[in-house]
């Protein structure tokens, strides 16, 4: 099964930007829809961008036009460029990705990493 390490969080000032970075080992990225997603205290997780095998990315309203989620298959690697960041920003961010199989598809998590816009 494939293994998912985030990396990349911190804190930030609210404008300024980040990017995470999601390796993968253990199975190969490309067959994987990929996504991220993030909890801020007491809220519950939420998609906020998806990178499927075929078609286009997806992203949430609350981060259209500032976040950008991307993939390189060749690293096994995905990556969320952050930017223009807001206080509402803060949360944990967690790599995800689903491998499909007959009617079904296997998930997987990473461990999160944490992202604070602070000034």
């Known amino acids: 099964q494939v293994q998912l390490v985030e990396s990349g969080g911190g804190l930030v000032q609210p404008g300024g930007s980040l990017r995470l970075s999601c390796v993968a080992s253990g199975d190969t990225l490309s067959i994987y829809t990929m996504g991220w997603y993030r909890q801020a205290p007491g809220k519950q997780r939420e998609l906020i961008a998806a990178s499927p095998t075929v078609g286009d990315t997806v992203y949430a309203a609350s981060v259209k036009g500032r976040f950008t989620i991307s993939r390189d298959n060749s690293k096994n690697t995905l990556y969320l460029q952050m930017s223009a960041l807001k206080p509402e920003d803060t949360a944990v961010y967690y790599c995800?990705?689903?491998?499909?199989?007959?009617?079904?598809?296997?998930?997987?998590w990473g461990q999160g990493t944490q992202v604070t816009v602070s000034s």
């Open positions: 995800n990705g689903r491998r499909p199989r007959i009617g079904t598809f296997d998930e997987y």
